[in-house]
Nanobody, 121 residues
Framework: QVQLVESGGGLVQAGGSLRLSCAAS????????MAWFRQAPGKEREFVAW????????DYRDSVQGRFTISRDNAKNTVALQMNSLTFEDTAVYYC??????????????WGQGTQVTVSS
């Protein structure tokens, strides 16, 4: 019922910035919490950031706190992830998700296909 499409991934040098965007369609996004997860090769998919339906609460994993900013624009049905001061450890496929909220993968029922972020050292 919800389709999510990520964009904005690419290759960036360490210390650089990148902005990811997720466009939602199919149902109103105001019903859902939105989140970003990422998965590096050989590792489990991990929580990055999430935001409540109204945008009133935001949470980040410790390693991106202060560097990444999640935001949403319900009028445009989009959610973004601004990533600054990128490091090699941020290299992963980044996934947009919609669901009940929180940091757990199981709480999210709709997922995008992912966008690759590669940070060169």
């Amino acid at each position: 019922q919800v389709q999510l499409v990520e964009s904005g991934g690419g290759l960036v040098q360490a210390g650089g910035s990148l902005r990811l965007s997720c466009a939602a369609s199919g149902r109103t996004t105001t019903t859902y919490a939105m989140a970003w997860f990422r998965q590096a090769p050989g590792k489990e998919r991990e929580f990055v950031a999430w935001i409540t339906p109204s945008g009133s609460h935001i949470d980040y994993r410790d390693s991106v706190q202060g560097r990444f900013t999640i935001s949403r624009d319900n009028a445009k049905n989009t959610v973004a992830l601004q990533m600054n001061s990128l490091t090699f450890e941020d290299t992963a496929v980044y996934y947009c998700a919609a669901g009940l909220g929180g940091t757990q993968r199981a709480a999210y029922h709709y997922w995008g296909q992912g966008t690759q972020v590669t940070v060169s050292s």
